[in-house]
């Protein structure tokens, strides 16, 4: 039986370098791996070039990076909530690639398939299109979009096993299983980890077979972006 369970996140990180590419899942603050970010942070890992749906927030997430300048580029589709992004990237200290959300979802899902590039209409006769190649399909324009070349994928899951198997739970269930295996290495931290043959195979969203590291993280805090309440009478 394989068995890619490491012992800690230091161990899961290992062979990230200044300078690499990543990818990290998550959507806002939901489903992001907190402990590699945090760890990542420790290391001063830096120059990296991170391809996330979002930027985090000031104090979280990858939010966490951009304020010690960790982070040379951001490949993101929104970034409205990090007031720090906006100031680096208006500054010109952050270079920053701004890509639709769906064409971001596929140009990871390309990468974890083996997809070089593809043809979508998502950017045509805007900014987007610029420099890349177009094609009429159907009488509508399409633009073509370059799968990601990413080092390492990190992604974050409620439950895996150790043989690399991942269930996601709800709304984190959104750029992780896209970005599993759309990189040269994939990591995920999970928030229980068991045994190989235990999880329900029907219940698996990612096979391990997109996996090369997994690890139970600790201590999730879990924050909500924007919390809104009705008011109790």
Sequence with gaps: MINK????VQEALQGIENGMTLMLGGFGLCGIPENSIAELVNKETNN???????AGVDDFGLGLLL??????KMVSSYVGE???????????????????????????????????????????GTEVAIGKETREFNGKMHIMELA????????????????????FKGTARN??????????ITIAEVEELVEAGTLDPNQIHTPGIFVQRI????????RIEKRTVRERK
Excluded at 5 to 8: F, I, L, P, T, Y
Excluded at 48 to 54: A, G, P, Q
Excluded at 67 to 72: T, V
């Design 175 to 184: 750029f992780n299983p896209c970005m599993a295996g759309a990189a040269k």
């Design 82 to 124: 990090n007031a720090e992004f906006e100031r680096q990237m208006l500054s010109g200290e952050l270079e920053v690639e701004l890509i639709p959300q769906g064409t971001l979802a596929e140009r990871c899902r390309a990468a974890q398939t083996g997809i070089p590039a593809f043809f979508t209409p998502a950017g045509f």
């Design 215 to 222: 690890f139970q993280g600790e201590k999730y805090e879990k």
């Design 67 to 72: 304020q010690k300048h960790q982070i040379k």
């Design 48 to 54: 990296l070039t991170c391809i996330s749906n979002n």
């Design 5 to 8: 369970k490491v012992n800690n």
């Design 148 to 167: 990601f070349k990413a080092d390492f994928a990190i992604v974050k899951a409620w439950k895996g096993d150790t043989a690399g198997n991942l269930i």
